[in-house]
């Protein structure tokens, strides 16, 4: 009987939208959209929320996140595009006008979906002309991520002319784009819905934009990772700082080293093949996202490492998986490589060059080096005799450790065949400014600092002495605090109102939101990043004066777009607050 009527109702229902009564009128003193049950006869009405934002707002207001930073202009009057009738004329060399077809296709999906059987009335057709300047196709540290967009509309037809310097640029620009066609559905019509005579230009005040994914605590899926990397390139993230391998698990497939896999991945299964590694860069490429590969050392290893003594070749690691683990390590299991054993560096060698052949031309290696702990080296007889004749003493511990990053960059130098690759580690006591001179040379690393906001002291010190750095503020960035010990939650205002350093300098490439893999896995990891993330994007995009508080109304939309672009996201506000803006402006 039920059945019956569900059937009956949803033949009867044939409207292109539901009408619910509610629509959107924009607030020209304030720049909100306020939704309203009886319209004002005065003011035009708007069917949704999405489609009032692109009119509403404060000065010329564009629901584009981030926000760009350069020219911003465009008429406050809709026009009507026809999903179906969008097309690209693609500009440059064969190999950029593939690579542009590539992007293209991935940003049409989108633009074809959400859409009902309804068909558009009164649209103009769209043309879209993309021009890369430079047939550069490699995406680093220096790529101009520049773009321009001009929207002319005229004699019924919409012409949208993307420049950028480089094909990464004119990704952005199409992304910006993407962002501003929103669906636009009445009772008999369903369009996609812009504005008139757009102009943007638009690049981004840092270049080192990331989120850290970390696969070793628990295992992420390669698909998991794809739907992350869809919503940094829907944020214009440009880094995925991939944290593969851990003490945990070495779950990487190297091709020369088999038996890493063999002793350290959580199962079969649970290992990204060179296969799926290929596929991963080739994803992350055509959405504007590199990926810096860490591998941990020498602290951070154990499972993985473990077949060294039975291929002949020594103990390739110390205190594996040793107890008490207090005794040994920071967090279980324990497990620190051997510097005492030369092999170890034949080892990396090999790791490094499968690396190497993986990412490809990729500039940047992370090579970890946090938490190594001097109690376990300190306990191993191996070591003990290897630095026999020295004081056991903290300084003897750093140099050893010194001497390891020193061997360990020239494996890796030797297995790329150039020194041209930039070395990231996090900050450590080898980092200390008044140490790290003797061990780390800037012209070859970077300082990642995961130190709290109230430490700005340690990054003016590597500051003056000349390196280069990325941020990674621990108690306003770290994704996966406020769910263990006396550590708190950071709200996506939190996360939005970190400006890194007390104010901009060129050696600060940029940031990152960590997300370590503790307590996340598939199931939740992203919920626990998104929206939260794209908060941290503006911050590094736009770095803007502003706080959270005034890209609010923004920050709700681009959550709802990333919900649209099949992202689980975490809910921010009730959705009244959504849809009644500036009303819980203090809320949370
Ligand atoms: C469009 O949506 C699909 C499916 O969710 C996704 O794979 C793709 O990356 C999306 N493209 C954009 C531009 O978000
Ligand atoms: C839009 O294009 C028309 C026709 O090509 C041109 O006359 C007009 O100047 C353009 N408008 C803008 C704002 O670029
Ligand atoms: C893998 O480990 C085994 C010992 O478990 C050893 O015999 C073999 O040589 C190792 N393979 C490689 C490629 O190192
Ligand atoms: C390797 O480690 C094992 C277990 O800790 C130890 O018994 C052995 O002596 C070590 N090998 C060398 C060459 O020191
Ligand atoms: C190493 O162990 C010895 C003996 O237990 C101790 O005296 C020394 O202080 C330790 N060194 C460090 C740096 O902890
Ligand atoms: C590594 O050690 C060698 C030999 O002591 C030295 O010449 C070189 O400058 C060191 N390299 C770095 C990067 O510290």
Not at 30 to 49: A, F, K, M, Q, W
Not at 348 to 364: E, K, T
């Amino acid at each position: 009987m039920n059945g019956h009527i569900i059937v009956f109702i949803s033949v009867a229902f044939t409207y292109c939208t539901t009408i619910n009564g509610w629509a959107w009128q924009c607030n020209a003193e304030n720049g909100y959209c306020t939704r309203i049950l009886s319209p004002s006869v005065d003011e035009p009405e708007h069917p949704s929320l999405a489609v009032c934002k692109l009119l509403c707002g404060q000065p010329s207001y564009l629901n584009v996140w981030p926000y760009p930073t350069g020219k911003i202009a465009s008429e406050k009057n809709l026009v009507m595009v026809d999903p179906q009738h969008i097309t690209f004329e693609l500009d440059g060399s064969t190999t950029t006008k593939n690579f542009l077809q590539e992007v293209v296709d991935y940003f049409q999906e989108n633009l074809s979906r959400d859409n009902s059987n309804c068909i558009c009335q009164d649209y103009y057709p769209l043309v879209v002309s993309l021009d890369a300047l430079s047939d550069d196709l490699s995406l680093t540290l220096d790529t101009d991520e520049f773009y321009s967009l001009k929207l002319n509309t005229s004699d019924k037809r919409i012409r949208v002319e993307i420049v950028g310097n480089t094909i990464f640029g004119v990704r952005h620009g199409i992304e910006t784009l993407l962002q501003l066609l929103v669906p636009y559905q009445n009772a008999d019509s369903a369009c996609l819905a812009t504005l008139k005579n757009v102009q943007v230009t638009d690049k981004p005040v840092y270049r080192h934009r990331a989120l850290l994914l970390d696969s070793a605590r628990n295992f992420l899926s390669v698909n998991t990772i794809k739907k992350n990397i869809n919503a940094m390139a829907a944020s214009k993230l440009n880094v995925l700082h991939w944290h593969v391998t851990d003490s945990q698990s070495f779950p990487l497939e190297l091709p020369s080293l088999p038996n890493m896999t063999k002793c350290g991945a959580y199962d079969k299964d649970r290992i990204y093949s060179p296969k799926d590694i290929e596929e991963l860069v080739t994803y992350a490429k055509i959405r504007g996202v590199r990926i810096l590969l860490e591998i941990d050392g020498p602290s951070h290893v154990g499972n993985g490492w473990q077949w060294g003594n039975e291929a002949g070749l020594g103990n390739l690691t110390v205190c594996t998986n040793q107890q008490p683990w207090r005794s040994f390590c920071i967090q279980p299991p324990c497990g620190q490589l051997n510097p005492a054993n030369p092999n170890i560096y034949k080892v990396l060698g090999q790791l490094y060059g499968d690396i190497s052949n993986m990412f490809p031309n990729i500039g940047m290696f992370h090579m970890g080096g946090d938490e190594v702990f001097i109690p376990c080296w300190n306990s191993s007889k191996e070591i003990l005799d290897y630095i026999k004749g020295k004081p056991t003493t903290e300084e003897t511990f750093l140099d050893l450790w010194g001497e390891f990053q020193n061997k360990s960059l020239r494996a890796y130098d030797a297995a790329v065949g150039n020194d041209k690759t930039s070395i990231v580690v996090w900050t450590s006591h080898l980092t200390d400014p008044n140490v790290i001179q003797k061990y780390l040379p800037k012209e070859r690393y970077i300082i990642q600092t995961w130190v709290p906001d109230t430490n700005q002291d340690l990054i003016t010190s590597l500051l003056n002495l000349g390196y280069k750095i990325i941020i990674s503020t621990k108690d306003k960035w770290y994704l996966d605090h406020g769910f263990w010990g006396s550590t708190l939650y950071y709200n996506w205002r939190t996360v939005y109102n970190n400006k890194m350093y007390s104010q901009y300098h060129k050696s600060i490439l940029g940031g990152e939101v960590c997300m370590w893999g503790e307590l996340v896995d598939d199931s939740n990891v992203e919920s626990r990043v998104w929206p939260r993330a794209a908060a941290a994007a503006e911050r590094l995009w736009t770095n803007p004066s502003t706080t959270a508080g005034a890209a609010e109304g923004r920050f709700f939309s681009h959550r709802e777009r990333l919900i649209s672009r099949g992202l689980k996201t975490e809910a921010v506000v009730p959705q009244w607050c959504v849809q009644n803006e500036g009303e819980c402006s203090s809320y949370l």
